[in-house]
């Protein structure tokens, strides 16, 4: 059964940081590629950022670029966002996902509230 758990989201005060895990089991990690979503309330779930199984290369959402970094950890079969300069813009449940050939996997999703 494939599993993708994440963890480490929580509130936070504008100009802070977080950092998010998933971590998956009962898949070969380092077969998939891995992002990261979010859905703030009201609003459509928007792609965040991916980092790719094997080269490791990383990619980012504008909102992203230069205040967040992802990475992963294939030994230990997780994803990580690191997460610097939060807006309250960046209130979100946030998400992973992991996609290979034909198949995608999701999270159940970490809240993240950045809030003075």
């Known amino acids: 059964q494939v599993q993708l758990v994440e963890s480490g989201g929580g509130s936070v005060k504008p100009g802070g940081s977080l950092s998010l895990s998933c971590a998956a089991s009962g898949v070969t990690f380092s077969s998939y590629a891995m992002s990261w979503y979010r859905q703030a309330p009201g609003k459509e779930s928007e792609w965040v950022a991916g980092?790719?199984?094997?080269?490791?290369?990383?990619t980012y959402a504008e909102p992203a670029k230069g205040r967040f970094t992802i990475s992963r950890d294939n030994a230990k079969n997780t994803v990580y966002l690191q997460m610097n300069s939060l807006k309250p813009e960046d209130t979100a449940v946030y998400y992973c996902?992991?996609?290979?050939?034909?198949?995608?996997?999701w999270g159940q999703g970490t809240q993240v509230t950045v809030s003075s």
């Open positions: 996902k992991a996609v290979a050939a034909g198949s995608a996997y």
């Open positions: 980092i790719t199984n094997y080269y490791l290369t990383t």
